[in-house]
Antibody, heavy 117, light 107 residues
Framework: DVQLQESGPGLVKPSQSLSLTCSVT?????????WNWIRQFPGNKLEWMGY???????NYNPSLKNRISITRDTSKNQFFLKLNSVTTEDTATYYC??????????WGQGTTLTVSS | DIQMTQSPASQSASLGESVTITCLAS??????LAWYQQKPGKSPQLLIY???SLADGVPSRFSGSGSGTKFSFKISSLQAEDFVSYYC?????????FGGGTKLEIK
């Protein structure tokens, strides 16, 4: 069965960068599909952040401008989110998910990130 | 960006009743729409894709309809475990966008 699991620091200071890891088991991230990062803000609004494709290409939400980068380590079957210059508005639960034609059929359990000094 | 307007934001209903949630897209999206269920403290889980197709293992009391800009999601014969939150998502173009969510409460 496909499983995804996020990991991250939990707390980041404003202006710093956040880095999250999504570890995938049960399916190779190079075999197909797109691999999403989605976040959910306090108050429950969901925001698609972007994806890395099975071929390594990216698509990002323009709202994140030049702050976002999604990369991968195919040897570990992991993909990563890096978000620069974080503010308190980046406080959210971050999910990684497998994207199948736009809908996410497998999700991680989520990792909570707080931006605070 | 395509805006997804979901209503109602919350709804009270009784066990065994049926409820319908609506999602309106700011532009036509064909049938590129998904519905998710989210239980407290858990990640969203896919229920319906392509507006009407049931995801694997999803009970048949859940159904979706619509195309273009107006979509509906129906739960027939509400069970206790259905009183959680639901979200629509458009898959037509990036950035992918979600509706604001509907929280079902027991009356």
């Amino acid at each position: 069965d496909v499983q995804l699991q996020e990991s991250g620091p939990g707390l980041v200071k404003p202006s710093q960068s956040l880095s999250l890891t999504c570890s995938v088991t049960g399916y190779s991230i190079t075999s197909g599909y797109y691999w999403n990062w989605i976040r959910q803000f306090p108050g429950n609004k969901l925001e698609w952040m972007g994806y890395i494709s099975y071929d390594g290409s990216n698509n990002y939400n323009p709202s994140l401008k030049n702050r976002i980068s999604i990369t991968r380590d195919t040897s570990k079957n992991q993909f990563f989110l890096k978000l620069n210059s974080v503010t308190t508005e980046d406080t959210a639960t971050y999910y990684c998910a497998r994207d199948r034609d736009g809908y996410s059929d497998y999700w991680g359990q989520g990792t909570t990130l707080t931006v605070s000094s | 960006d395509i805006q997804m307007t979901q209503s109602p934001a919350s709804q009270s209903a009784s066990l065994g009743e049926s409820v319908t949630i609506t999602c309106l897209a700011s532009q036509t999206i064909g049938t590129w729409l998904a519905w998710y269920q989210q239980k407290p403290g858990k990640s969203p889980q896919l229920l319906i894709y392509a507006a009407t197709s049931l995801a694997d293992g999803v009970p048949s009391r859940f159904s979706g309809s619509g195309s273009g800009t107006k979509f509906s999601f129906k739960i027939s014969s509400l069970q206790a475990e259905d009183f959680v939150s639901y979200y629509c998502q458009q898959l037509y173009s990036t950035p992918l966008t979600f509706g604001g969510g509907t929280k079902l409460e027991i009356k």
